[in-house]
């Protein structure tokens, strides 16, 4: 069964602390990408990237970045978390050229205090 | 920005009935996808409309697209108690590599 693996389910980290956000795919897609999603805003694109090495902004890429050193890893990267980065972080990925849409991963809800 | 827009917000039907959910976007697209959303989970993906078709089945789900009117409504049938979940729909307009924009929701509740 293909999916999309984050790392953590939960996480409380406090102001200040780098966060670290592992997304893991196993479909050998060309494309991945992070949204943050907050009550009554839906989805929110962060960054994207279509290529290893690659990395597009977003909507709200202030106060993150990312990185894809390997095509099936994509790591969110919050520098200095601050608590209006409290959300629940959501990663997909899809296929470049299909179309099919895209398959997400369970969420990371970060808690940051 | 918001793309899509779902309408209602929140439905509430019971169980057997038909649910329908709308979805209105702002800018020309090249696809409309719907997605479902189980209470704090990931969103998985439902059906994918191209702009050039203007009606879509899979299983009980039908999706209509209207790029005139720029809208797209997704319809429900038999509605089961393990329909209650999220629904988002998500535009692309990149003509080329995908990049989607979701709307916030349509929170559905089935009644048992």
């Known amino acids: 069964d293909v999916k999309v693996t984050q790392s953590s389910r939960y996480l409380v980290k406090r102001t200040g602390e780098k966060v670290f956000l592992e997304c893991v795919q196993d479909m050998d897609h060309e494309n991945m990408f992070w949204y943050r999603q907050d009550p009554g805003l839906g989805l929110r694109l962060i960054y994207f990237?279509?290529?290893?090495?690659?990395?597009e902004k977003g909507d709200i890429p202030e106060g993150y970045s990312v990185s894809r050193e390997k095509k099936e890893r994509f790591s969110l990267i919050l520098e200095s978390a601050s608590t209006n980065q409290t959300s629940m972080y959501l990663c997909a990925s899809s296929s470049q050229g299909q179309g099919d849409g895209y398959t997400f991963g369970s969420g990371t809800r970060l808690t940051v205090v | 920005s918001q793309q899509g827009e779902e309408d209602p917000q929140a439905l509430s039907i019971q169980e057997g009935e038909n649910a329908t959910m709308n979805c209105s976007y702002k800018t020309s697209i090249n696809n409309l996808q719907w997605y479902r959303q189980n209470s704090g989970r990931g969103l998985v993906h439902l059906i994918l409309i191209r702009s050039n078709e203007r009606e879509k089945h899979s299983g009980r789900l039908r999706v209509t697209l209207d790029t005139s009117k720029k809208s797209s409504s997704l319809l429900i049938t038999a509605s089961r108690a393990a329909d209650t979940a999220s629904y988002f729909c998500?535009?692309?307009?990149?003509?080329?590599?995908?990049?989607?924009?979701f709307g916030t929701g349509t929170r559905l509740t089935i009644i048992p």
């Open positions: 998500a535009t692309d307009t990149n003509f080329g590599n995908e990049k989607l924009t």
């Open positions: 990237s279509y290529d290893v090495k690659m990395k």
